[in-house]
C-alpha cells in the first residue's frame, strides 16, 4: 500500500510541483494551504510523512511543527522541512530555538527551495525506511 | 774723565752708606756744636758776673782806702792806690769824680778842673742823686762800667778838712772801666777748639757707620739687587735659605719667600692666560676689539680664520662689506653708554646671506677709562632656518588643526575648554573657558565614561562613540582623545577630536539594508525559481503520462512565476533608479477611490471591510498620479494583509482617510490587523523587509517611502502588535491654476504586494 505523505504549503504551484513529483513516484498525496489545515489533516488523515512550509500565513510552519511535536499522538510522525532561507541562515534563525527546547525533536530532514528532486525522494525514501 | 768723576762721586752721595754714615756724623757733629755754645755763652756770662762783682767789690776797696785820704786831702796817697789796683786786674781805667762830675782822679787821664759833661752818660748823669752802685756794659762788649758812689758818712760832714754839709747825700762816685777782651779771647779760643774737636768726631762716626753699611748692609742688599733682577726676568729661584740671624737676613729670607709666591703666581698668572688666551682664539663666535674709531685692534682666530687679518680696518669695511658705520650700532651704543648692547645683523659670509646676533661689552683700561668694545658675533643662520621651518611647521600645524573637518578643542583638567579650531567655531561659536560638555551636549555635569576622563588617567589614546542631539536632530559622533604633555610628561591638558559620523552611519545603514535587500530579492527569486521549476516539472510528468491536465496546469506555473518574475524586476528598477515625479493635474478624491475600488473584491473575498474616510471629490492638486497609486495600493494591500493574518476573531476592517488640511494633503491607511513590533515598525520603510513569505518581494513599502519622499512629504507609521497599525503620508498641497484640466489617470496594471 503507497506511503501518505501531507504535502503543506501556501504556495499552490508549490503543492502542484510537490504533488506530482510525490504521486509520479508512487505515494499517496494529502494537501493543505496553511498550518491550521495541515495540522487538522495531520491529526485526521494519519500521514506517514509530512512536507511542511517553513513561511506561511495562518500559523507558519515553525509554530505548526512545534505542536506537531508536542501533540504525542502525533509527535512521531516524520516531517521534512522545505524553505526558501539558506541553510546558513536557518540555524540561527530557528534551530538554535530547536536545540534549546529540548523537549523538541528536530525534523528529520531539512530540504531547500529550489528543490533538487533526487534529494528530496532520497531523504523521504531513507525516513520511510 | 771729569764726568765720570762726577758720575762717581753722584752714585758715591747717593748711596745708602754715604747717606747713613753723613746724616750720623752730621747729627753728632751738631749735637755737639750746640751743647758746646750753650756752655760757652753761660761760660761767658759767668765769667762777666763774676768781673763786675769783682769790679764793685774793688771800687768799695778804692773808697775805703782813699776815704781818709780824701778827708786828708792827701791827693797822692789816693792816686798811688788807685793806679796799684788800675793797673793790677783788667782794670782798663779807674775815675774818681766828685758830686759836681770834676775828675779828680784817674789811672789814665789828667785830672781835670771842670766838670765834665754826663748828661748823655747812662751812669753818671744822675750822680749827684743816685745813690746804688751800678754797671754797665759797652755796646761793642768790649768793657764793663761799674760806677759806685762815695756817700757823706758821718766823718765828711763833722771832720774838719773839708767838712761836707750834711745835705750833700752823695759826694762823688768811683767809676772803674774793665776790659772784657781778654775774657773773649779765652771763650774764642774753647770754642775753636770745640768745633775741631766736633768735626773730628763727624768724621769718626761717618767713617765707622759708613763701613758698618759698607761691611753689613751693602752686601745684602746688592744680593737682594741681584736677587730682584733676576726675579724680574722670572730666572730667580731661591735655593737654601739664607744663613744668619739678623735683620738682613731676615729680609733675605722673607725676600726669598716672596719670590717664590710671586713665581707660583706668576705661573699661574701665565697658565689662565695662555687659557684665556686659547679661549679668546678657538671660541666658536667672532671676537673682534674695537677701537673708538671702530678701527678693529684685535680678533680671534675664528674670526680670521673667516675673514684674514682685518687689524686696524674699520669693522664696517672689515667684515660687513660696507662703507659707513652700520645704523644701530652696538658698538657706537657701548662707547656711549658703557654698557652691553646687542643687535641682530645680516653678514655676507662666503657669498652667502648670514644671520648673525652681535653683542659687544665695554673694555675699560687701569683708569677706568672706556677706550675699546668687544664684539662678539655668533651666525646664527642655521638656526634661523631652522627656526623658520619650524615656524613654517608650526604654521602648517595650525592650519591643519583649525580646518581638518573635525571638532578640536583641548580641554584642561576641569574639562575646560582651553583652545578649540575653526571647524568648532563654525557649529559651536567661540567656546574658550566653556565646559566640554555643556558645549557639545548641553549637559550640567560630564559625561559618563567621559574618554577625556580615561585619558587624564590612563594617559592614552581613548575613543568613544556618541550621540549629540542638535537642532533636533541626532549627529554620530566618534570622539578621540589624546593626551597633551608637557615638557616631563606630564598631562596638562587633553585634546578632543570629534569627527561627525552621521552621514557614515547613514551608508552603513544603506549598506546593511543593501545586503538585506539583495538577501530579500535573491529569497524572492529563490521562490520563483521554485515555481518554475516546478511547472517544468508538472508538464514534463503530463507530456510523459500523456495527461494533458498536468500539461496545462504546469503551463499554467510557468506562465505566473514568469508574470512575478517581471514584476520583480519592475519594482526593483524603479525603487532603484532617482527620478522627479510626473506632476499632474488629478482630483485627489478620484485617486483615492480608483485605490479602493481596486481592493474592493479582495477585501471582500478577505472578509475585511474597507471603510472610505472621505470625500469623492476633494481637492484638484498637482501630483504624480501613477506613483502616488503605486504608493496607496501597497498601503491598502498590505492593510488587507495584516488583517487577514491577524489571529483574533473580531472583524476586520481598513480605514481609508483622505484630506487638505491647510497646506497639507493628509492620507491615513489604517487597520486593526496584527500590528507589528517596534524593531519592524522602525527598519518598515529602509529594509526590503517581507512578512509575507514566498508572497512577498519586500519592495512594496520602499517604493511607497520613496514616491512620498519625492512628492516632498513624509510617511510614518504607528503600530502595535496584536492591535493594528496605521500608515499617515503627508503631502505638500500644490494648488492647480486650471479646474478643468484635470486628467483622468490611466488605469494603473501592476501592485508591488
Keep these: ?129 | 774723565m771729569f764726568k765720570n768723576a762726577i758720575h762717581l762721586v753722584k752714585r758715591f752721595t747717593s748711596s745708602l752708606s754715604f747717606k747713613i754714615s753723613f746724616y750720623a756724623g752730621l747729627v753728632m757733629f751738631l749735637a755737639l756744636l750746640i751743647f758746646s755754645y750753650k756752655t760757652i755763652l753761660s761760660q761767658e756770662s759767668d765769667s762777666i758776673k763774676k768781673t763786675i762783682k769783682e769790679a764793685i767789690k774793688d771800687s768799695g776797696i778804692i773808697k775805703v782806702a782813699i776815704s781818709n785820704d780824701m778827708m786828708t786831702k792827701e791827693g797822692e796817697r789816693i792816686r798811688e792806690i788807685v793806679n796799684a789796683i788800675g793797673t793790677s786786674g783788667e782794670f782798663n781805667r779807674i775815675n774818681i769824680y766828685d758830686r759836681n762830675g770834676v775828675l779828680h782822679y784817674s789811672t789814665k787821664q789828667i785830672a781835670a778842673s771842670k766838670p765834665a759833661d754826663f748828661s748823655h752818660d747812662s751812669l753818671l748823669h744822675d750822680l749827684k742823686s743816685n745813690p746804688s752802685v751800678r754797671q754797665e756794659i759797652s755796646k761793642d762788649g768790649s768793657t764793663v762800667t761799674v760806677v759806685n758812689p762815695i756817700l757823706n758818712s758821718g766823718n765828711c760832714s763833722s771832720a774838719s778838712c773839708h767838712a761836707h754839709p750834711e745835705s750833700e747825700k752823695i759826694l762823688g762816685a768811683v767809676e772803674m772801666k774793665i776790659g772784657l777782651r781778654n775774657l773773649r779771647q779765652e771763650i774764642n779760643k774753647n770754642s775753636n777748639r770745640t768745633i775741631v774737636f766736633a768735626t773730628a768726631l763727624f768724621l769718626a762716626i761717618s767713617t765707622m757707620s759708613g763701613a758698618a753699611v759698607l761691611l753689613f748692609v751693602n752686601p745684602s742688599i746688592k744680593d737682594l739687587q741681584e736677587k730682584a733682577s733676576k726675579m724680574a726676568k722670572g730666572e730667580y729661584v731661591p735655593s737654601t735659605p739664607a744663613p744668619g740671624k739678623d735683620e738682613m737676613a731676615e729680609l733675605t729670607r722673607a725676600f726669598d719667600y716672596m719670590s717664590l709666591q710671586i713665581n707660583q703666581r706668576t705661573r699661574q698668572l701665565d697658565a689662565s692666560q695662555r687659557m684665556y688666551k686659547a679661549l679668546f682664539d678657538e671660541a666658536p663666535c667672532y671676537l673682534v676689539v674695537i677701537d673708538k674709531n671702530f678701527r678693529i685692534s684685535r680678533a680671534n682666530g675664528t674670526f680670521q680664520a673667516q675673514f684674514g687679518d682685518k687689524t686696524g680696518q674699520h669693522c664696517f669695511v672689515g667684515y660687513k662689506g660696507k662703507s659707513s658705520c652700520c645704523n644701530n650700532c652696538p658698538v657706537e651704543k657701548t662707547f656711549e653708554d658703557g654698557d652691553a648692547h646687542q643687535s641682530e645683523e645680516i653678514w655676507h659670509i662666503n657669498g652667502q646671506e648670514s644671520h648673525v646676533i652681535v653683542k659687544t661689552s665695554p673694555i675699560f683700561d687701569e683708569s677706568g677709562q672706556l677706550t675699546e668694545v668687544l664684539e662678539m658675533a655668533v651666525d646664527v643662520t642655521l638656526l634661523k632656518k631652522l627656526q623658520f621651518r619650524i615656524e613654517q611647521q608650526r604654521h602648517e600645524f595650525q592650519y591643519l588643526f583649525e580646518n581638518v573637518p573635525c571638532y578640536l578643542t583641548v580641554v584642561d583638567h576641569d574639562f575646560n575648554i582651553i583652545r578649540h579650531n575653526n571647524f568648532f567655531v563654525r557649529d559651536f561659536g567661540i567656546a574658550e573657558g566653556k565646559k566640554c560638555f555643556q558645549v557639545y551636549k548641553g549637559l550640567e555635569e560630564k559625561c559618563e565614561n567621559c574618554p577625556v576622563e580615561k585619558t587624564f588617567q590612563n594617559k592614552e589614546m581613548n575613543y568613544s562613540e556618541e550621540i549629540w542631539r542638535r537642532n533636533g536632530e541626532d549627529t554620530y559622533i566618534i570622539v578621540h582623545t589624546a593626551p597633551v604633555t608637557d615638557e616631563n610628561g606630564a598631562i596638562t591638558a587633553v585634546m578632543e577630536m570629534s569627527t561627525n559620523i552621521t552621514e557614515i552611519k547613514r551608508l552603513q545603514g544603506q549598506l546593511s539594508i543593501l545586503g538585506e535587500t539583495i538577501a530579500g530579492m535573491s529569497h524572492s527569486i529563490k521562490n520563483i525559481l521554485s515555481g518554475l521549476q516546478g511547472g517544468v516539472y508538472v508538464i514534463d510528468s503530463g507530456l510523459t503520462r500523456g495527461r494533458d491536465d498536468r500539461v496545462k496546469a504546469g503551463w499554467d506555473m510557468v506562465k505566473h512565476n514568469v508574470e512575478k518574475i517581471s514584476d520583480l524586476v519592475k519594482g526593483i528598477l524603479y525603487a532603484s533608479k532617482e527620478r522627479e515625479p510626473d506632476y499632474k493635474n488629478y482630483e485627489l478624491g478620484q485617486l483615492v477611490t480608483e485605490v479602493c475600488d481596486l481592493f474592493e473584491s479582495r477585501a471582500r473575498d478577505e472578509s475585511v471591510q474597507l471603510i472610505r474616510d472621505f470625500e469623492h471629490k476633494i481637492a484638484p492638486c498637482l501630483i504624480d498620479p501613477v506613483g502616488l497609486h503605486s504608493a496607496l495600493s501597497n498601503l491598502v494591500s498590505n492593510a488587507i494583509y495584516a488583517c487577514r493574518t491577524a489571529e483574533t476573531e473580531a472583524t476586520h476592517c481598513v480605514i481609508v482617510h483622505a484630506r487638505v488640511y491647510g497646506e497639507k494633503i493628509i492620507i491615513k491607511v489604517s487597520d486593526n490587523g496584527v500590528g507589528m513590533s517596534q524593531e519592524i515598525s522602525e527598519n518598515l520603510f529602509t529594509k526590503f523587509y517581507s512578512t509575507k513569505g514566498s508572497k512577498g518581494t519586500g519592495l512594496g513599502l520602499v517604493i511607497t517611502r520613496k514616491v512620498i519622499t519625492e512628492h516632498g512629504g513624509v510617511i510614518s507609521v504607528e503600530s502595535r502588535e496584536g492591535e493594528g497599525s496605521t500608515f499617515t503620508i503627508e503631502l505638500p498641497f500644490k494648488r492647480i491654476i486650471d479646474v478643468h484640466k484635470t486628467e483622468k489617470a490611466n488605469s494603473l496594471n501592476f501592485s508591488y504586494d
Design chain 1, 1 to 129: 500500500m503507497a506511503r501518505k505523505i501531507l504535502v503543506i504549503d501556501d504556495e499552490p504551484d508549490m503543492v502542484t510541483f510537490l504533488s506530482t513529483l510525490l504521486e509520479d513516484n508512487g505515494y499517496e498525496i494529502l494537501t493543505a494551504v496553511d498550518g491550521d489545515e495541515g495540522l487538522h489533516k495531520v491529526k485526521t488523515e494519519r500521514p506517514d510523512l509530512v512536507s511542511l512550509d517553513l513561511l506561511m500565513p495562518n500559523k507558519t510552519g515553525i509554530k505548526m511543527f512545534r505542536e506537531l511535536r508536542k501533540d504525542p499522538d502525533i509527535s512521531n510522525i516524520p516531517v521534512v522541512m522545505v524553505t526558501g532561507f539558506a541553510t546558513d541562515d536557518a540555524p540561527n534563525m530557528d534551530f538554535k530555538k530547536w536545540i534549546n527546547e529540548r523537549s523538541i525533536r528536530p525534523p528529520e530532514a531539512y530540504i531547500e527551495k529550489p528543490v533538487d528532486t533526487v534529494n528530496l525522494l532520497n531523504e523521504i525514501k531513507r525516513i520511510l525506511g
